[in-house]
């Protein structure tokens, strides 16, 4: 219901939908007290589906339709597992969720992200053009769970000593983002060691890989890629993400080019910067890159199997 699969805003959710479990995590979502929002979990639904069909006004009518939203949440979901003949998840972490909610396994397929072939082919083509001095990149939207303060705080803590630089390209600074980008710009002020570089379009990327060793993935919702770590990685940078969804399982398929950090621990993100520095040889790192990266035609190939599959399967000839 957050919308970020983060229980509370503090820990990572594993997506088993229950009512007064789910109505409470959303309503202090809301602004809601953590006693007030036990409460409004705990209405009876009756009181909550009253007050969602009456539409009440105001923050006491949304919040007292909080058990509603995670009923009819688990009914929307019900209704796919019964209707759908095949279901695809685009991360593990989501497979395991509709599995604890229900779905069988049979009909769950699991189909990853990837890049188009020809920016994979586009990045690979970036070259580091200098060891010194060391660049950190962050390259997402200006948005607070995407983390880009976790990334400057954690960077200004590091020692001016260490000679590195934090590169920023952010994009949707719009209504309430702008607010937010105007409170990392007051985060970064003073310290011209941090960049703040606009937008950028995919067909630079390349250019900026030319400059960055290392990515900075600090979000703090649980992704289903994100498709930054691919790119990265399709340019033969390193990654430092939150330790969270898909970015973790990302780390799995590449433990040696993805370090893992708590979301929100800003200590331990500058622990993992200063290791980046003092370990790794912006030389030398990108010399070999006899890895694959997951393209679209992979996903393509899988999709058709699926479909196939399905098309043979018992279920389908009997109709």
């Given at each position: 219901?957050?919308?970020?699969?983060?229980?509370?805003?503090?820990?990572?959710?594993?997506?088993l939908?229950?009512?007064?479990?789910?109505?409470?995590?959303?309503?202090?979502?809301?602004?809601?007290?953590?006693?007030?929002?036990?409460?409004?979990?705990?209405?009876?639904?009756?009181?909550?589906?009253?007050?969602?069909?009456?539409?009440?006004?105001?923050?006491?009518?949304?919040?007292?339709?909080?058990?509603?939203?995670?009923?009819?949440?688990?009914?929307?979901?019900?209704?796919?597992?019964?209707?759908?003949?095949?279901?695809?998840?685009?991360?593990?972490?989501?497979?395991?969720?509709?599995?604890?909610?229900?779905?069988?396994p049979?009909?769950?397929?699991?189909?990853?992200?990837?890049?188009?072939?020809?920016?994979?082919?586009?990045?690979?083509?970036a070259?580091?053009?200098?060891?010194?001095?060391?660049?950190?990149?962050?390259?997402?939207?200006?948005?607070?769970v995407?983390?880009?303060?976790?990334?400057?705080s954690?960077?200004?803590?590091l020692?001016?000593?260490?000679?590195?630089?934090?590169?920023?390209?952010?994009?949707?600074?719009?209504?309430?983002?702008?607010?937010?980008?105007?409170?990392?710009?007051?985060?970064?002020?003073?310290?011209?060691?941090v960049?703040?570089?606009?937008?950028?379009?995919?067909?630079?990327?390349?250019?900026?890989?030319?400059?960055?060793?290392?990515?900075?993935?600090?979000?703090?919702?649980?992704?289903?890629?994100?498709?930054?770590?691919?790119?990265?990685?399709?340019?033969?940078?390193?990654?430092?993400?939150?330790?969270?969804?898909?970015?973790?399982?990302?780390?799995?398929?590449?433990?040696?080019?993805?370090?893992l950090?708590?979301?929100?621990?800003?200590?331990?993100?500058?622990?993992?910067?200063?290791?980046?520095?003092?370990?790794?040889?912006?030389?030398?790192?990108?010399?070999?890159?006899?890895?694959?990266?997951?393209?679209?035609?992979?996903?393509?190939?899988?999709?058709?199997?699926?479909?196939?599959?399905?098309?043979?399967?018992?279920?389908?000839?009997?109709?």
């Open positions: 219901l957050r919308g970020t699969m983060m229980e509370l805003g503090l820990r990572e959710c594993n997506g939908i229950g009512e007064q479990r789910c109505a409470s995590c959303w309503a202090v979502s809301r602004g809601a007290t953590a006693g007030i929002a036990a409460l409004v979990a705990h209405f009876p639904n009756e009181i909550a589906r009253a007050a969602a069909s009456a539409n009440w006004t105001g923050r006491v009518g949304t919040l007292m339709s909080a058990r509603n939203l995670a009923v009819n949440r688990k009914i929307e979901l019900v209704d796919i597992a019964a209707y759908a003949d095949r279901v695809v998840a685009v991360a593990q972490w989501l497979y395991d969720a509709l599995i604890l909610n229900g779905f069988l049979e009909k769950l397929c699991l189909s990853r992200q990837g890049l188009e072939l020809v920016q994979i082919a586009s990045l690979a083509d070259r580091l053009q200098a060891a010194s001095p060391f660049w950190f990149g962050y390259i997402g939207r200006w948005d607070p995407k983390g880009i303060d976790v990334a400057v954690a960077f200004r803590a020692n001016e000593a260490n000679n590195a630089r934090l590169l920023i390209y952010a994009t949707g600074n719009e209504g309430p983002k702008g607010v937010w980008r105007r409170q990392v710009e007051k985060l970064a002020s003073g310290d011209n060691r960049v703040l570089a606009g937008s950028i379009e995919n067909g630079r990327l390349s250019e900026v890989y030319a400059k960055v060793s290392t990515l900075l993935v600090p979000s703090r919702w649980v992704e289903t890629g994100p498709m930054v770590v691919l790119e990265a990685l399709a340019a033969g940078a390193r990654v430092i993400g939150s330790d969270a969804g898909g970015i973790r399982e990302w780390a799995t398929s590449y433990p040696d080019r993805i370090v950090a708590p979301i929100d621990d800003i200590p331990a993100w500058t622990r993992a910067m200063r290791r980046e520095i003092a370990t790794v040889s912006t030389e030398n790192f990108r010399a070999d890159r006899k890895y694959n990266i997951r393209s679209i035609s992979d996903v393509a190939d899988e999709m058709v199997t699926i479909y196939e599959r399905a098309l043979n399967s018992p279920e389908f000839s009997q109709l």
